[in-house]
């Protein structure tokens, strides 16, 4: 069974652009969340999707935002980027069911904004 | 404010050492403590304990929650090099579905 994959793994950025990552989440799997990881923070909760729902909000500022299509694969934006939105990005993908804490992770992309 | 709290933050043993992570936490209406070891990138499941007392095991990795005391500990017997990594503690609460991290406790077992 394929894992989580992200898409792409790297990008360079520079501030005032925009960024669209993607998540293709295990098969079979309904839930995918999104995480943002910097040394400072640790890993911090950007939001949840389930059947194309968005279930849970983290406290990010709007120009972060997210979607699930039907087929569970997600896309997270972030708009007018700025040098402290550097970070590895993480999305996560379970069940959604009662084993929802099962996160299964993929490997990230690590955006660096110049 | 909620919240996870990992000691230490960072830890450095030889082979065949054994070691205790610790994780402490503050929530109201709890729900699950899980683990997390990272290597590279993509963390990676270890345990999930919802119950007081009841510990989980798997090969030379155990975890135990003490609901009553808030905290958790991960315990790693005979370490070897390959468990060298973060290991990231993280709570559930309510009926909500994102998990609140602890910083992270970084293991370097040398060999």
């Known amino acids: 069974k394929a894992g989580v994959t992200q898409t792409p793994r790297y990008l360079i950025k520079t501030r005032g652009q925009q960024v669209t990552l993607s998540c293709s989440p295990i098969s079979g799997h309904r839930s995918v969340s999104w995480y943002q990881q910097t040394p400072g923070q640790g890993l911090q909760f950007l939001f949840e999707y389930f059947s194309e729902t968005q279930r849970n909000k983290g406290n990010f500022p709007g120009r972060f935002s997210g979607r699930q299509f039907s087929n569970s694969r997600s896309e997270m934006n972030v708009s007018t980027l700025e040098l402290g939105d550097s970070a590895l990005y993480l999305c996560?993908?379970?069940?959604?069911?009662?084993?929802?804490?099962?996160?299964?992770f993929g490997s990230g992309t690590q955006l660096s904004v110049l | 404010e909620d919240k996870v709290v990992q000691s230490p933050l960072s830890l450095v043993v030889h082979e065949g050492d054994t070691v205790t992570l610790n994780c402490s936490y503050e929530v109201t209406n709890f729900r699950s403590l899980l683990w997390y070891k990272q290597e590279k990138k993509a963390p990676t499941f270890l345990f999930m304990l919802t119950s007081s007392g009841i510990e989980k095991k798997s090969g030379r990795l155990s975890s135990i929650l003490d609901k009553k005391e808030l905290f958790s500990i991960l315990n790693i017997t005979a370490t070897q090099t390959g468990d060298s990594a973060i290991y990231l503690c993280?709570?559930?609460?309510?009926?909500?579905?994102?998990?609140?991290f602890g910083k992270g406790t970084l293991l370097t077992v040398n060999p």
């Open positions: 993280a709570y559930t609460w309510g009926s909500n579905y994102k998990l609140t």
């Open positions: 996560a993908s379970s069940l959604g069911g009662i084993d929802n804490e099962k996160l299964f």
